[in-house]
């Protein structure tokens, strides 16, 4: 019996030796042959695999984004290739994956130029034809000048300061009476709710509710292989993308049949606006909301380091408390109470980096691009990782939670290796509020609260970056 085991045992090994090295071997002779494929007098493709057929290396780069070492797919190539630079086949589509800072930023700045925003199939579907990332030229221009000028700084001083400090009162009111919550998935509610509000007049409602749960479906498609058979992630998100878009469409219906309610939200100006067609204001209006809901990933994930580190809560205990000693109790609080919250911006500008809400940038080359010695052919997809440069060993221990690296550099601008919100022309319209909403909600949570975190969670970037338990927490109000 023993024996039989030892020999099942040696089988299984030797199998999955054999399998590796099949794959191995087919993906350098795939890459091999791109590389042929170029014209020598050009240059040469970077090095790298395509991995299998149809899957080609992306079950490699899921289990690295789901381990606790998101660098390590980067790593193993960087080391057997020599370069940081190299070709992969990943989302279903063959493409150069870089992790040089410098690189990444500069494909980025060139937006419109030399580069231009192209998603994996499954994100463009998801997206729509006119969901602002999938938009080039005038439409682009047109449409992110609508998206800066809904998120302006006059308008964040004003409606969203009032607004924000609203719901987020309103909620923790609820969460107070629970006592027990799931953080991940209570942010994600109240950030929707926010979004909703602005962009179609929306109250907390069933209503709202239903939109968070279609959009869980619709995120995880974006990122999803795709393959369309009933059941498949990317199935499910293709529904409910037409639910969503359905109830977009009916809104706009009632309008219509309505004309004498007035509504103050986005879908009100873009409807009185006159030019855009229902298809590009509908796709519009979804990316918002979904591009929108980024920074509710980023709540969850502050607590949970700053839960681990008792240093940095009490010092984010201390700043806060002085504010609210000044106010005199949990009144409003204006622009000159956030933007004194200095230590507050290097928490965020820490868990921004940690949690790497974009995991990197896709972008075509709209010519061929020399780079390292190497050629990246025009049409070619480069997929700016990201990721690599914000986990860089550039940051002294880059996986640990450390604020405070960012006291003598709060303005990360100019820094190549810390681009969480892009650059270029399609610098994220939505950093300013984002960075509000996070200052905001850690006053009132850190003011009111003390808490329990319920579970040992894990952080994972897969699908989209989560907490694997979702941050179950107890909450004791605070005197
Ligand atoms: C922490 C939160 C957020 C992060 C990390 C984030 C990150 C990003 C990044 C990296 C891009 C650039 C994508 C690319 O160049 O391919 C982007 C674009 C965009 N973001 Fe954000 N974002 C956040 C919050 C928001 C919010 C709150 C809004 C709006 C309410 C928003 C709206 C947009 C829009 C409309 C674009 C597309 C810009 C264009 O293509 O012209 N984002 N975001």
């Avoid at 209503?207 to 059941?231: C, H, M, Y």
């Avoid at 990721?387 to 709060?410: M, V």
Wanted: glycine share 6%.
């Amino acid at each position: 019996m023993a024996d039989q085991i030892t020999l099942m045992v040696v089988a299984f090994t030797a199998a999955v030796v054999l399998v590796h090295l099949i794959y191995r071997a087919w993906g350098n002779i795939q890459g091999r042959r791109e590389r042929n494929k170029v014209d020598t007098n050009h240059g040469r493709l970077p090095p790298g695999s395509t991995g299998w057929p149809l899957v080609g290396e992306t079950l490699s780069y899921y289990l690295s984004m789901t381990s606790n070492h998101p660098t390590k797919f980067i790593e193993e190539r960087e080391r057997r290739y020599k370069s940081d630079i190299f070709i992969s086949h990943l989302y279903g589509e063959k493409m150069v994956v870089s992790a040089d800072a410098h690189f990444n930023k500069f494909v980025l700045q060139n937006e419109g130029r030399l580069f231009r925003a192209k998603y994996p199939k499954a994100m463009n579907i998801m997206i729509g034809k006119y969901g602002l990332l999938t938009v080039h030229g005038d439409l682009h221009r047109k449409l992110h000048g609508i998206a800066v000028n809904l998120l302006r700084s006059e308008r964040l001083k004003v409606d969203f300061m009032e607004e924000i400090q609203t719901l987020v009162h309103s909620t923790l009111d609820r969460w107070a009476e629970k006592k027990e919550i799931f953080l991940f998935k209570e942010c994600h509610q109240m950030i929707i709710n926010l979004m909703a509000k602005q962009l179609l007049d929306l109250s907390s409602s069933k209503e709202t509710s239903e939109i968070r749960k279609l959009f869980i479906d619709f995120g995880n498609a974006s990122v999803a292989l795709p393959i369309k058979i009933p059941g498949s992630t990317y199935f499910n998100g293709i529904k409910s993308r037409e639910l969503l878009i359905k109830k977009i469409l009916e809104t706009m219906e009632e309008r219509r049949q309505h004309p004498e309610v007035a509504h103050h939200d986005l879908l009100a100006r873009l409807m009185e606006e006159g030019t855009l067609s229902e298809e590009v204001i509908c796709d519009f209006i979804l990316f918002l909301l979904f591009a929108g809901q980024t920074s509710f990933r980023a709540m969850p994930f502050a607590i949970k380091f700053l839960s681990d580190c008792p240093k940095a809560l009490q010092q984010m205990k201390e700043e806060h408390d002085a504010i609210l000693k000044v106010k005199g109790g949990h009144h409003k609080l204006n622009w000159d109470d956030y933007t004194s919250m200095k230590f507050t911006q290097c928490v965020i500008n820490e868990t921004l980096r940690l949690s790497n809400l974009a995991a990197g940038f896709f972008r075509e080359a709209l010519e061929d691009t020399k780079v390292k010695g190497y050629v990246i052919p025009k049409g070619w997809v480069i997929f700016a990782f990201t990721t690599a440069n914000h986990l860089d060993k550039k940051f002294d221990a880059p996986l640990k939670f450390d604020p405070w690296r960012w006291q003598q550099n709060q303005d990360s601008s100019y820094d190549p290796f810390y681009i969480p919100f892009g650059a270029g022309a399609r610098l994220c319209p939505g950093y300013n509020l984002a960075k509000l909403e996070l200052a905001l909600f850690f006053h009132i949570f850190i003011t009111r609260f003390r808490w329990e975190t319920l579970a040992n969670d894990k952080i994972s970037y897969l699908p989209l970056p989560h907490l694997t338990k979702g941050l179950p927490i107890r909450l004791h109000p605070r005197e």
